[in-house]
């Protein structure tokens, strides 16, 4: 998405199984390239072109999914996802940043962003991180074992995760992540086995972003987190916390 020109919108197939990814992007002809592959590869959409205008709309239209760009005028993405985060609202939020705004995609993170891209990125690659952000979500929810750890309780089907009875939010990769180092507890994990394994791809992202993902459920699950750093090697879940 480098100023090319914006195709019309021919041959596409709505499937409304797919559901509705709300576009928040102030660029015209990037928002219209972003709907054409989206649409052709099954999706509704929607668009808003500022952040207030995307915050509104996320609460109006109840989409599937967000690809929320960061340099919105208004309010920028970061904000907006943060506000959404506050009220309660775990739609699955892709955050597009420039490539130097490092800090802006692990801030974005850190607030509760499911996933991230680089611009520049190619229309087919932001289809297949829209169908990776809701794919996670489905998978998440056919684990069907409830995972204890002391006073940890990790239900995937009800996606709820409980310390001592008390309910911490949790995003759909937080919480894949989680359930998925409990489902093989006492295996080692790589980055890399993780990213193919959780994210879905391992081959265009970087490594690091499991760090910042274990780094969020050890903030929220303090003493009760049972991940433990393989140092060299990676991630594994213990049958003990802390």
């Given amino acids: 998405m480098n100023g090319e020109p914006c195709p019309q919108l021919t041959g596409v197939v709505m499937n409304p199984r797919k559901g509705l990814v709300l576009i928040v992007e102030d660029d015209p002809n990037i928002a219209a390239l972003q709907r054409l592959y989206l649409e052709r590869d099954g999706y509704r959409t929607e668009t808003a072109a500022d952040g207030p205008a995307g915050f509104e709309a996320v609460a109006r239209l109840a989409p599937a ?13 970061v ?20 490539r130097g705004d490092e800090a802006d995609r692990i801030l974005g993170l850190e607030l509760g962003a499911d996933d991230y891209l680089t611009k520049p990125f190619s229309p087919g690659e932001l289809v297949a991180r829209v169908n990776a952000v809701l794919r996670r979500g489905g998978r998440t929810a056919a684990v069907a074992a409830v995972h204890a750890v002391g006073g940890l309780r990790v239900d ?35 980055r890399a086995q ?43 879940a213990s049958g003990e916390p802390g």
């Fill in 194 to 236: 993780l990213l193919d394994r959780v994210w879905g791809d391992s081959a265009h992202r970087d490594q690091r972003v499991v760090d910042v993902y274990v780094s969020q459920i050890r903030a929220k699950l303090g003493g009760a987190s049972p991940i433990r750093t393989v140092r060299g090697v990676g991630y594994s």
């Fill in 79 to 98: 904000t907006l996802c943060r506000r959404l985060r506050e009220r309660g609202d775990w739609t699955p939020v892709l955050l597009v940043t420039a």
């Fill in 65 to 77: 999914a967000v690809v929320l760009d960061v340099g919105l005028p208004g309010m920028d993405g």
């Fill in 156 to 190: 995937p089907v009800r996606h709820t995760v409980h310390v001592d009875g008390v309910p911490v939010e949790f995003t759909a990769l937080e919480l894949g992540l989680l359930a998925h180092l409990l489902e093989h507890r006492g295996q080692v994990f790589t």
